[in-house]
């Protein structure tokens, strides 16, 4: 059964792409809490995601986000002013400092100017706002992203494979400090490499990485009473989000949520806080500001 007040509710809808159903129409709905969205590469995770942010319309069937039916033109509107989205990419804006990145998005969700610097603390990347993106470190440049995609206080946060961009470091070489506040073309050759850099072995349970990753964790349950995160594999997920979908030929299905690999101290293994419960409840962080707890970066993540 659908829960009515549930942030997204899809009923019968369907979303197709390069001529075949990535989800073939189907019911479901997604409540408060982190839900996870696993799927391999082209399974169509970031298609979903950016019909659930209204960028693109489902090809059968209605969608709900947030109260509100998007293909009605002036709830589609109240429904984007509430939602905040991060794509798995956004290398068009590496020219841009990390304050004027934050103060593009407050633009065009209606904030004033006031809103960046708060926004900005409350990531914990203060320090760095007068940086370019692409000279930040891919965890750090992930703060910047979700500061953007924060700033206007959303109630449902959508985040496209958050953890792909602040574990893109394989591979890349070492890099100091100064990369975060300078650095100039090598620094940012290496920035680029390494938001090119692949993940981890997802599939290996005992890989490193993921404990790196799992630093993330309290950071993004801080974000909004509702949060959708896409991963490539769904170990990166298990464990600490509130619900685990998995997206595969075109259906959608439950998985389980507890991780059967605990990672000491990060949250990972630890049992999934209740869906629906309240952010102040789900997280020790306070809700004005999110202490940083760096990856384990070595090359700058
Ligand atoms: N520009 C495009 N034109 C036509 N079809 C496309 C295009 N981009 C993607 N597709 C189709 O949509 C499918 C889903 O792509 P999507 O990016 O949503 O998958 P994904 O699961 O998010 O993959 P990834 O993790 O690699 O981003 C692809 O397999 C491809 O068939």
Known sequence: MIAEHSAIVARGMGVRRGGRWLLRPAAFGIAGGVTGLAGPPGTGKSTLLATFATLRRPQAGALRILGRDTANCADLRAARARIGYLPGRFHWADNLTAAEFVAYAAYYKGMRGTAVRP????????????TELALLPPDVRLRAGLAATCVHEPELVLLDDPLGVASARRGAPARGSSSRRGGGAHARADARADARAPYG?????????????????????????????????????????????????????????????????SGVGAPPAPAGASRASRTEAPRDRVPRQPLRTGAGV
Do not use: K, Y
């Open 201 to 265: 072995d997802p599939a290996d349970p005992a890989d490193p990485d993921l404990a790196d990753l799992a630093e993330l964790m309290p950071l993004l349950h801080s974000l909004a009473p509702t949060v959708v995160i896409t991963a490539p594999a769904p170990q990166l997920l298990t464990g600490w989000c509130d619900r685990l979908l998995a997206l595969s030929r075109g259906r959608i299905t439950d998985l389980p949520t507890r991780s059967h690999r605990p990672v000491p101290g």
């Open 119 to 130: 926004a900005l603390r409350r990531f914990d990347i203060a320090d760095t706002a007068a």
